[in-house]
Protein backbone atom coordinates (compact mmCIF):
# COMPACT_ATOMS: atom_id res chain seq x y z
CA UNK A 1 0.00 0.00 0.00
CA UNK A 2 3.16 2.50 0.85
CA UNK A 3 4.44 1.87 -2.77
CA UNK A 4 1.27 2.84 -4.10
CA UNK A 5 1.03 5.58 -2.22
CA UNK A 6 3.82 6.72 -3.14
CA UNK A 7 3.84 6.14 -6.70
CA UNK A 8 0.19 8.14 -7.30
CA UNK A 9 1.99 11.24 -5.14
CA UNK A 10 4.77 11.50 -7.54
CA UNK A 11 2.62 11.03 -10.88
CA UNK A 12 2.63 14.64 -12.62
CA UNK A 13 -0.91 16.41 -13.56
CA UNK A 14 -1.99 15.59 -16.85
CA UNK A 15 -1.97 18.78 -19.26
CA UNK A 16 -5.09 20.29 -19.77
CA UNK A 17 -4.65 20.28 -23.57
CA UNK A 18 -2.02 19.10 -25.71
CA UNK A 19 -0.69 21.43 -28.41
CA UNK A 20 2.08 19.98 -31.52
CA UNK A 21 3.43 22.12 -34.26
CA UNK A 22 4.85 21.18 -37.17
CA UNK A 23 5.84 22.69 -40.16
CA UNK A 24 3.82 21.74 -43.47
CA UNK A 25 6.15 22.86 -46.09
CA UNK A 26 9.01 22.23 -47.68
CA UNK A 27 11.01 25.92 -47.42
CA UNK A 28 13.06 25.07 -44.50
CA UNK A 29 13.74 28.13 -41.92
CA UNK A 30 15.18 30.62 -44.03
CA UNK A 31 12.76 32.27 -45.95
CA UNK A 32 11.76 35.34 -47.79
CA UNK A 33 9.56 37.83 -47.85
CA UNK A 34 5.98 37.92 -49.04
CA UNK A 35 5.66 34.40 -49.27
CA UNK A 36 2.91 32.11 -47.50
CA UNK A 37 4.36 28.81 -44.97
CA UNK A 38 2.41 26.56 -43.74
CA UNK A 39 2.38 25.12 -39.97
CA UNK A 40 0.66 22.22 -39.49
CA UNK A 41 -1.50 22.28 -35.79
CA UNK A 42 -3.00 20.00 -33.79
CA UNK A 43 -4.27 20.09 -30.24
CA UNK A 44 -6.45 17.30 -28.07
CA UNK A 45 -7.60 17.35 -24.63
CA UNK A 46 -8.50 14.49 -23.05
CA UNK A 47 -10.60 16.23 -20.05
CA UNK A 48 -11.84 19.36 -21.42
CA UNK A 49 -12.75 21.19 -24.29
CA UNK A 50 -10.47 23.37 -26.25
CA UNK A 51 -12.08 26.94 -26.46
CA UNK A 52 -9.26 28.80 -28.56
CA UNK A 53 -6.32 28.72 -30.28
CA UNK A 54 -4.43 31.77 -31.63
CA UNK A 55 -1.18 32.80 -32.98
CA UNK A 56 1.27 35.61 -32.24
CA UNK A 57 4.27 36.76 -33.97
CA UNK A 58 7.39 38.80 -32.26
CA UNK A 59 10.58 40.43 -34.92
CA UNK A 60 12.45 43.43 -33.69
CA UNK A 61 11.07 45.92 -36.29
CA UNK A 62 7.27 45.10 -35.43
CA UNK A 63 6.90 43.93 -31.81
CA UNK A 64 4.32 41.68 -31.24
CA UNK A 65 1.55 41.14 -33.97
CA UNK A 66 -1.44 38.54 -34.26
CA UNK A 67 -1.19 36.35 -36.78
CA UNK A 68 -4.80 34.97 -36.30
CA UNK A 69 -7.12 33.94 -33.38
CA UNK A 70 -9.80 31.30 -33.49
CA UNK A 71 -12.56 30.41 -31.13
CA UNK A 72 -12.90 26.30 -30.79
CA UNK A 73 -15.40 24.15 -29.22
CA UNK A 74 -14.37 20.80 -29.71
CA UNK A 75 -12.03 18.05 -27.70
CA UNK A 76 -9.57 17.92 -30.46
CA UNK A 77 -8.60 19.93 -33.53
CA UNK A 78 -5.77 19.20 -36.34
CA UNK A 79 -5.56 21.81 -39.40
CA UNK A 80 -3.22 23.92 -41.85
CA UNK A 81 -2.36 27.12 -40.34
CA UNK A 82 -0.97 29.82 -43.64
CA UNK A 83 1.74 32.35 -42.38
CA UNK A 84 2.47 35.16 -44.53
CA UNK A 85 6.08 36.59 -44.33
CA UNK A 86 6.82 40.53 -44.73
CA UNK A 87 9.53 41.81 -46.14
CA UNK A 88 11.67 44.02 -43.29
CA UNK A 89 13.13 47.21 -44.35
CA UNK A 90 15.57 48.05 -41.41
CA UNK A 91 17.58 44.84 -41.40
CA UNK A 92 18.86 42.30 -44.15
CA UNK A 93 17.26 39.89 -42.70
CA UNK A 94 14.98 39.11 -39.76
CA UNK A 95 14.64 36.31 -36.94
CA UNK A 96 10.78 36.18 -36.07
CA UNK A 97 9.22 34.12 -33.46
CA UNK A 98 5.38 32.59 -34.00
CA UNK A 99 3.97 31.86 -30.65
CA UNK A 100 1.24 29.45 -31.03
CA UNK A 101 -1.61 28.52 -27.81
CA UNK A 102 -4.32 26.77 -27.24
CA UNK A 103 -6.66 27.49 -24.30
CA UNK A 104 -8.63 25.23 -22.49
CA UNK A 105 -12.70 25.57 -21.51
CA UNK A 106 -11.09 25.74 -17.55
CA UNK A 107 -9.18 28.85 -18.61
CA UNK A 108 -5.74 27.11 -18.62
CA UNK A 109 -3.48 27.22 -21.57
CA UNK A 110 -0.01 25.67 -23.22
CA UNK A 111 1.92 27.34 -25.61
CA UNK A 112 4.46 26.38 -28.40
CA UNK A 113 7.40 28.44 -30.22
CA UNK A 114 8.54 27.98 -34.06
CA UNK A 115 11.33 30.78 -35.54
CA UNK A 116 11.79 31.19 -39.07
CA UNK A 117 15.13 33.55 -40.58
CA UNK A 118 13.49 36.43 -42.74
CA UNK A 119 15.66 37.36 -45.68
CA UNK A 120 14.44 41.10 -46.03
CA UNK A 121 17.19 42.93 -48.72
CA UNK A 122 15.97 41.10 -51.69
CA UNK A 123 15.98 42.34 -55.15
CA UNK A 124 12.79 44.58 -56.61
CA UNK A 125 10.16 42.54 -58.74
CA UNK A 126 10.20 44.19 -62.72
CA UNK A 127 7.48 44.51 -64.94
CA UNK A 128 8.57 46.07 -68.66
CA UNK A 129 7.41 47.63 -71.88
CA UNK A 130 4.05 48.97 -69.89
CA UNK A 131 2.13 51.23 -71.52
CA UNK A 132 -0.15 53.71 -70.15
CA UNK A 133 -2.29 56.37 -73.12
CA UNK A 134 -3.25 59.82 -72.44
CA UNK A 135 -5.99 60.56 -70.27
CA UNK A 136 -7.92 62.00 -73.42
CA UNK A 137 -8.22 58.21 -74.77
CA UNK A 138 -10.41 55.17 -73.86
CA UNK A 139 -7.65 53.17 -73.76
CA UNK A 140 -5.36 51.76 -70.94
CA UNK A 141 -4.55 55.42 -69.43
CA UNK A 142 -3.85 54.30 -65.92
CA UNK A 143 -2.41 51.32 -63.85
CA UNK A 144 -3.51 49.45 -60.86
CA UNK A 145 -0.38 48.49 -59.17
CA UNK A 146 -1.22 45.22 -57.15
CA UNK A 147 -0.96 43.03 -59.72
CA UNK A 148 0.28 45.81 -62.22
CA UNK A 149 -2.38 45.80 -64.87
CA UNK A 150 -3.94 48.34 -66.95
CA UNK A 151 -7.63 50.31 -66.23
CA UNK A 152 -9.09 52.50 -68.39
CA UNK A 153 -10.07 55.46 -65.92
CA UNK A 154 -13.69 56.57 -67.59
CA UNK A 155 -14.94 52.91 -66.00
CA UNK A 156 -12.73 51.88 -63.74
CA UNK A 157 -13.26 51.49 -60.03
CA UNK A 158 -11.57 54.44 -58.20
CA UNK A 159 -9.87 52.16 -55.96
CA UNK A 160 -8.09 50.53 -58.55
CA UNK A 161 -6.53 53.62 -60.48
CA UNK A 162 -3.09 53.95 -58.93
CA UNK A 163 -1.57 55.72 -61.39
CA UNK A 164 -3.00 57.76 -63.96
CA UNK A 165 -2.65 60.34 -66.89
CA UNK A 166 -4.12 63.43 -66.16
CA UNK A 167 -5.30 65.67 -68.45
CA UNK A 168 -6.72 68.93 -67.38
CA UNK A 169 -10.09 69.47 -69.66
CA UNK A 170 -9.33 73.19 -70.53
CA UNK A 171 -5.99 72.39 -72.24
CA UNK A 172 -5.10 71.10 -75.85
CA UNK A 173 -6.03 67.23 -76.00
CA UNK A 174 -3.58 66.89 -78.87
CA UNK A 175 -0.62 67.34 -75.98
CA UNK A 176 0.22 64.54 -73.31
CA UNK A 177 -0.23 66.04 -69.97
CA UNK A 178 3.27 64.68 -68.99
CA UNK A 179 1.22 64.71 -65.23
CA UNK A 180 0.57 61.59 -63.20
CA UNK A 181 -2.16 61.69 -60.69
CA UNK A 182 -3.76 58.84 -58.27
CA UNK A 183 -7.31 58.24 -57.28
CA UNK A 184 -6.51 55.38 -54.76
CA UNK A 185 -4.22 57.95 -52.42
CA UNK A 186 -0.54 57.00 -53.49
CA UNK A 187 1.92 60.17 -53.43
CA UNK A 188 4.60 60.72 -55.41
CA UNK A 189 8.26 61.26 -55.38
CA UNK A 190 10.47 61.94 -58.13
CA UNK A 191 14.33 61.09 -57.55
CA UNK A 192 16.30 60.81 -60.92
CA UNK A 193 19.56 59.75 -58.85
CA UNK A 194 17.58 56.60 -58.19
CA UNK A 195 20.39 53.66 -58.73
CA UNK A 196 16.96 51.70 -60.68
CA UNK A 197 18.78 48.69 -61.70
CA UNK A 198 19.92 47.72 -58.41
CA UNK A 199 17.00 48.57 -56.59
CA UNK A 200 16.21 46.32 -53.69
CA UNK A 201 13.39 46.30 -51.09
CA UNK A 202 15.22 48.45 -48.61
CA UNK A 203 16.75 50.73 -50.52
CA UNK A 204 13.31 51.54 -52.25
CA UNK A 205 11.86 52.03 -48.48
CA UNK A 206 14.96 54.25 -47.76
CA UNK A 207 14.37 56.43 -50.47
CA UNK A 208 11.19 57.05 -50.18
CA UNK A 209 10.75 58.18 -47.20
CA UNK A 210 13.85 60.17 -46.89
CA UNK A 211 11.53 62.02 -50.49
CA UNK A 212 9.25 64.89 -50.84
CA UNK A 213 6.05 63.15 -51.43
CA UNK A 214 3.21 64.59 -53.94
CA UNK A 215 0.08 64.15 -55.03
CA UNK A 216 1.00 64.50 -58.65
CA UNK A 217 4.04 64.85 -60.66
CA UNK A 218 4.12 66.91 -63.47
CA UNK A 219 6.55 67.68 -66.41
CA UNK A 220 7.55 64.32 -67.21
CA UNK A 221 10.23 63.30 -69.38
CA UNK A 222 12.13 60.22 -70.50
CA UNK A 223 14.45 59.04 -68.22
CA UNK A 224 12.65 60.31 -64.89
CA UNK A 225 12.66 57.86 -62.04
CA UNK A 226 8.91 58.10 -59.72
CA UNK A 227 9.08 56.38 -56.63
CA UNK A 228 5.20 55.84 -55.36
CA UNK A 229 3.49 54.31 -52.12
CA UNK A 230 0.85 55.28 -49.27
CA UNK A 231 1.55 57.04 -46.33
CA UNK A 232 5.00 55.80 -45.02
CA UNK A 233 4.87 52.68 -47.19
CA UNK A 234 6.95 52.66 -50.86
CA UNK A 235 5.16 50.46 -53.29
CA UNK A 236 7.50 50.85 -56.28
CA UNK A 237 9.18 52.88 -58.40
CA UNK A 238 8.99 53.93 -62.24
CA UNK A 239 11.28 54.26 -64.57
CA UNK A 240 9.74 56.47 -67.98
CA UNK A 241 11.93 54.67 -70.68
CA UNK A 242 9.92 56.98 -73.78
CA UNK A 243 7.40 59.18 -74.24
CA UNK A 244 5.28 59.57 -77.19
CA UNK A 245 3.37 62.68 -77.82
CA UNK A 246 2.11 62.35 -81.57
CA UNK A 247 -0.42 64.12 -84.03
CA UNK A 248 -3.54 64.15 -82.14
CA UNK A 249 -4.03 62.30 -78.86
CA UNK A 250 -4.91 58.41 -79.50
CA UNK A 251 -1.58 57.43 -79.75
CA UNK A 252 0.03 59.78 -76.76
CA UNK A 253 1.50 57.61 -74.55
CA UNK A 254 4.26 56.75 -72.33
CA UNK A 255 6.76 53.41 -71.96
CA UNK A 256 7.40 52.08 -68.34
CA UNK A 257 9.08 49.76 -66.33
CA UNK A 258 8.17 49.15 -62.76
CA UNK A 259 9.83 47.63 -60.25
CA UNK A 260 7.67 46.40 -56.72
CA UNK A 261 8.46 44.04 -53.59
Not at 5 to 21: A, D, E, G, K, W
Not at 25 to 49: R, T
Request: glycine share 6%; net charge negative.
Amino acid sequence: MAATLLLSSCRQPTSPVNLFITRADDYGNVVSGEQFILYHVKAYSESNMISRIDCKSFDAENGIQTVFDTLINAKEVDFDCPVFTHYFTTAEEMKVKYTFTAYASNGESISQVAYIQVIGNVPLVPYENILMYSGCTEKANGLSLQWVTPVIVQTADTATIDVYDYHDPLSDSAVLSRQWRSRSGLQFVRYNDFNFPAATVKYLHDSYLAGNKFSSVSNLNTGDIILVGRGNEAIGVFQIQNIYDEEGYENDRYELTFKKK
